[in-house]
């Protein structure tokens, strides 16, 4: 597996866009890659995830249609563009790795957003 760092995270308003970056350590070209989120006093939830190409990409009913994963293999780069934000997308952003979208289990430290009504 990979390290991860995440960063775009911050404060933004309702109806406002963010784009969260999580860069690895190495070559990310040969793992799935994900974004999850946990919101105060609630579990980690899947968010979106992408495949090793970039091929095929999946996301949670609640952001499908407002958020888009994309990323770039030669950058070691995922990326995470967040439209139409909502106060409930409040949350700490984790990026993860792992061999297929639905094993990703390798954690970056997260990124905080925060949306305001």
């Not at 105060?40 to 939830?45: I, L």
């Given at each position: 597996q990979v390290q991860v760092v995440e960063?775009?995270?911050?404060?933004?308003?309702?109806?406002?866009?963010?784009?969260?970056?999580?860069?690895?350590?190495?070559?990310?070209?040969?793992?799935?890659?994900?974004?999850?989120r946990q919101a105060?006093?609630?579990?980690?939830?899947f968010v979106a995830a992408i495949t090793s190409s970039g091929g095929s990409?999946?996301?949670?009913?609640?952001?499908?249609?407002?958020?888009?994963?994309?990323?770039?293999?030669?950058?070691?780069?995922?990326?995470?563009q967040m439209s139409s934000?909502?106060?409930e997308d409040t949350a700490v952003y984790y990026c993860a790795s792992g061999s297929t979208t639905t094993d990703l289990r390798s954690w970056g430290q997260g990124t905080q957003v925060t949306v305001s009504a």
């Open positions: 960063s775009g995270g911050g404060l933004v308003q309702a109806g406002g866009s963010l784009r969260l970056s999580c860069v690895a350590s190495g070559h990310i070209g040969w793992y799935a890659m994900g974004w999850f105060p006093g609630k579990d980690r939830e990409t999946y996301y949670a009913d609640s952001v499908k249609d407002r958020f888009t994963i994309s990323r770039s293999n030669a950058k070691n780069t995922v990326y995470l934000l909502k106060p």
